[in-house]
Structure formats: C-alpha cells, structure tokens
C-alpha cells in the first residue's frame, strides 16, 4: 500500500554534538578556532623578543667597549697631567677674575714658566709669589735636570737660582727656586 521511501541512515560528521549553551563546549571551540591564532602571535612576538635580545646585547657590549676604551685614554699618564695644567689654569683665570684690580696679572709669566719646563721633567706643584718661583718636578733622568738647570742658570730673567736633588727608589724629586729678576 503506502510505501514509504526508505532514507538511509547516516551519521554527519560535521554537525556540531554538542548544545551551544554549554560552557566547555564553547570554550574548546574558541580555544581551537581562535586561540590557535592568538597562541601563533605570542609565539612570534617572543621570537622577535628573542632576537631582538641579541641585538640590543650586541650594542650594549659595543657600548661597553667603547667606554673602556675611553676610560683607558683618560688613564693615560700624560693625559692626567695635561688635565692638572689646564684645571690649574682654570683656577689661575677665576682667580685672575677676583683678584683684576687689585694685582698685578702674571698669566703670561706663569704660562712661561710652566712651558719652559721640559717634557722629561713631571711637575708636581708650581708657586709664584711676588717674583718668587718654585717647583717640584719628578724625573727618572738626571740629564733632563742639568739641562734644565744650564736654560734657569744661563737666562737672564731669573736670578738666585738653587735646585735640590732628592732620589727616593728610581724616583728623582728636584725642587726648584728662583727669583724673576726685577727688570721682567
């Protein structure tokens, strides 16, 4: 009589088991559709951050580099001296500031005397004082000082010239005085 058409039965693999009011449910399905994605750009911005760790380790060690390699210029021997002169002159200038009106200015003597010491010959302290001058050099050869003491002894300009030689372990401390004589 009434036939009735037979549907085959079949499972659909692709429809969705669960209800979409369920919580885990939901949740697995943004984890695996959307977290995927969120999970791939996490890990590339650690990538980058990685690498980026390198770089900014490299500058830095570069950096570093560069500033021992200044520190080490500044530690040099004649650096430090030529440091001391100019901060010497420095306060010899703000003094010279202070003191216009009421001295006489001997910047040009002074910058003399300073200069006519010789490269061999380290000074450690300098005076002058109303036409009196005295030094104490450190050398380590005794020739620097008797030809600096034939320049003092055989110019003019200075006059009461005495050197005092003291050798302390290979270190040669010369004090120097004299006086500038009165028509400089």
Same mark, same amino acid.
């Given at each position: 009589?009434?036939?009735?058409?037979?549907?085959?039965?079949?499972?659909?693999?692709?429809?969705?088991?669960?209800?979409?009011?369920?919580?885990?449910?939901?949740?697995?399905?943004?984890?695996?559709?959307?977290?995927?994605?969120?999970?791939?750009?996490?890990?590339?911005?650690?990538?980058?951050?990685?690498?980026?760790? *390198?770089?900014? +380790?490299?500058? %830095? &060690?570069?950096?570093?580099?560069?500033? #021992? /390699?200044?520190?080490?210029?500044?530690?040099?021997?004649?650096?430090?001296?030529?440091?001391?002169?100019?901060?010497?002159?420095?306060?010899?200038?703000?003094?010279?500031?202070?003191?216009?009106?009421?001295?006489?200015?001997?910047?040009?003597?002074?910058?003399?005397?300073?200069?006519?010491?010789?490269?061999?010959?380290?000074?450690?302290?300098?005076?002058?004082?109303?036409?009196?001058?005295?030094?104490?050099?450190?050398? *380590?050869?005794? +020739?620097?000082? %008797? &030809?600096?003491?034939?320049?003092?002894? #055989? /110019?003019?300009?200075?006059?009461?010239?005495?050197?005092?030689?003291?050798?302390?372990?290979?270190?040669?401390t010369v004090r120097v005085s004299f006086n500038l004589s009165s028509t400089n």
């Amino acid at each position: 009589m009434f036939k009735r058409d037979k549907q085959p039965k079949s499972i659909n693999f692709l429809d969705a088991i669960y209800s979409p009011s369920d919580v885990f449910a939901n949740a697995y399905v943004w984890l695996v559709e959307i977290g995927k994605y969120l999970l791939i750009v996490v890990q590339i911005v650690v990538l980058v951050v990685f690498f980026w760790r *390198f770089f900014v +380790d490299k500058k %830095n &060690n570069d950096l570093t580099e560069e500033i #021992n /390699n200044k520190v080490v210029l500044l530690s040099n021997e004649s650096w430090k001296r030529n440091a001391i002169v100019f901060d010497n002159y420095q306060s010899l200038l703000k003094d010279i500031k202070v003191v216009r009106g009421e001295q006489e200015i001997n910047s040009t003597k002074v910058s003399e005397l300073v200069n006519g010491i010789p490269s061999t010959l380290a000074l450690e302290s300098f005076s002058f004082n109303e036409g009196k001058v005295n030094f104490v050099l450190k050398t *380590f050869n005794l +020739d620097a000082v %008797n &030809n600096f003491e034939n320049t003092l002894k #055989n /110019n003019p300009d200075y006059e009461d010239i005495k050197f005092s030689i003291n050798k302390e372990e290979g270190d040669i401390t010369v004090r120097v005085s004299f006086n500038l004589s009165s028509t400089n």
